[in-house]
């Protein structure tokens, strides 16, 4: 379908700017950037209570937790989702997020804990992924504390948070746990070579350009070869079995498009159990465009859906 009007709006406004593009921007200038994105979401839902917590990530580092507990009507231990935000590894913050985060706590029924995980190119692959393994470990053993069922724990992320996401999962299956109830990622970069059609048809004018993506990957990865690995591109993942049950909402104008569509057929053809959503007229980040394009909305709605029905199958 065609754009999305409000979305078609924004990008325009955007192109009359003349404000330069992600890959044209120093690392600074691009977090710099990101402060405007709370500006585009809806007001913040209220939930039941937000409380911060500080772990330790395999090294040693002290990594921030943000968890939200969402409004529901029960005592009972609430399902956990185990969240990484995006920003190419090389920005995002707890703050941009926390409209997304109650949204997403509240349509899913369940603990978000959000992981404030170090940023390239300061802290390159893999510290990022073993600060989002620590915080699924931290979850999994401290669930009975912060009042969550250690059996019903999901893992998900948007964007670089998506990578991480799948990563993750790949590495709790090859360490025996924590076990993972869900996989929920949005428009997940999962190939370092950014060689589907999708980063073709849409190189540039859909807000995310193919070259800021390829220039987010050379920040995250210490060198090429390490691009190679499964933990940095869960697409080369010769063996993508024994995964849990997965969703994955890509957006219809997205460059990353096709990596998450490939995931989600390659999790399928190995047995696992698999959701794709597409959404119609979106570009790439529409979970913070709610706010100025009610359309994208639909992300919290589709991801809070496929979160409860897998929490209440588990």
């Not at 190679?228 to 219809?252: G, H």
């Amino acid at each position: 379908m065609p754009l999305d009007p409000d979305i078609a709006s924004l990008l325009a406004r955007a192109k009359e700017s003349g404000a330069p593009a992600l890959e044209q921007m120093t690392v600074e200038q691009a977090r710099a950037a990101a402060q405007g994105l709370p500006r585009m979401q809806r007001p913040s839902e209220p939930v039941a209570s937000v409380d911060a917590f500080e772990i330790r990530s395999a090294d040693g580092t002290s990594i921030p937790l943000r968890i939200y507990r969402p409004h529901v009507d029960t005592t009972a231990p609430l399902p956990m989702l185990v969240y990484a935000h995006g920003g190419g590894w090389i920005r995002g913050t707890l703050d941009q997020y926390d409209s997304p985060c109650r949204a997403l706590a509240n349509a899913g029924r369940c603990l978000l804990i959000a992981v404030d995980y170090r940023l390239a190119p300061e802290h390159q692959y893999p510290l990022a992924l073993h600060d989002v393994y620590a915080a699924l470990a931290w979850a999994r053993e401290h669930a009975s504390e912060l009042g969550g069922d250690a059996a019903r724990l999901a893992l998900g992320g948007d964007s670089s948070g998506g990578n991480l996401a799948a990563a993750g999962a790949l590495m709790a299956r090859e360490r025996g746990g924590p076990r993972l109830a869900h996989l929920l990622l949005f428009w997940p970069p999962l190939d370092h070579a950014c060689s589907a059609a999708s980063y073709r048809e849409f190189a540039t004018g859909y807000m995310l350009s193919t070259a800021a993506m390829r220039m987010c990957w050379d920040y995250y990865l210490p060198d090429a070869q390490a691009g190679d690995e499964p933990y940095a591109s869960p697409l080369r993942a010769r063996d993508l079995s024994r995964l849990p049950q997965t969703t994955v909402i890509t957006a219809e104008y997205d460059p990353l498009r096709d990596d998450g569509e490939t995931f989600a057929a390659r999790l399928a053809a190995a047995g696992v159990t698999t959701r794709l959503v597409r959404l119609p007229g979106m570009i790439h980040a529409a979970l913070h465009m709610d706010g100025i394009a009610p359309a994208a909305h639909r992300v919290f709605d589709e991801a809070g859906a496929a979160l409860r029905h897998a929490f209440a199958r588990d």
